[in-house]
């Protein structure tokens, strides 16, 4: 499902990819293309991990995913700098590392065998999902430490948000290395069966 006039989702896009994965002799595609309708939300999940790593990842040289990647470590380091209040900027750098790993290995198996794409894709949007989220706790607690003795602010608030960003470090974050492994793993045992098996 395309719909013509979406700026997000180019349509020339969507179809070079496609054309890629058909002469690659990887994909039986049905592409419909919704004219005069400006985006198409399917609510799949794995049509959006395709559009993040076919798409997304390699669009502009793949600068927005460095710029994401770099913004995060920044603001690691800065939380680091200040005693990493909420307990969350270690986890969260190991499970960057992760990501960056991930995103490199997608970068040169992914575009030279689609089959790694596609197997990865789904480990590759949960990873990057894991990693902005974390990111998010980081910056919530970091907010936190600091508002936390101020005066007016609820103490018991912040301690629950710094509480709450530790928890997802330690119980959560540590879930990025599984992500990368599965992102690593390539086609291989996925695309072993024929067709026909199905």
Not at 70 to 90: C, F, H, W
Request: include cysteine; proline fraction near 3%.
């Amino acid at each position: 499902m395309l719909a013509e006039l979406d700026q997000t989702q180019l349509v020339g896009s969507c179809i070079e990819y496609i054309e890629r994965m058909r002469k690659a002799g990887k994909a039986k595609i049905r592409v419909a293309i919704y004219p005069g309708v400006y985006h198409a939300y399917e609510g799949t999940n794995g049509v959006q991990a395709m559009d993040l790593v076919g798409r997304k990842l390699a669009l502009n040289g793949g600068r927005g995913v460095r710029a994401l990647l770099e913004t995060i470590a920044g603001d690691i380091a800065a939380a680091k700098a200040a005693g990493d209040p909420g307990g969350i900027a270690d986890p969260l750098e190991k499970a960057l590392g992760h990501l960056q790993g991930a995103t490199m290995w997608l970068a040169q198996n992914g575009m030279a065998d689609p089959d790694n794409a596609g197997a990865g894709a789904y480990a590759y949007m949960q990873l990057m999902g894991l990693v902005t989220l974390g990111w998010m706790w980081l910056k919530m607690a970091t907010v936190s430490a600091k508002l936390r003795d101020a005066a007016g602010e609820d103490r018991a608030f912040h301690d629950t948000k710094i509480a709450t960003a530790r928890f997802f470090a330690e119980r959560e974050l540590v879930s990025a290395g599984g992500y990368r492994r599965k992102v690593e793993a390539g086609a291989g045992s996925l695309m072993a069966l024929p067709v026909e098996a199905f």
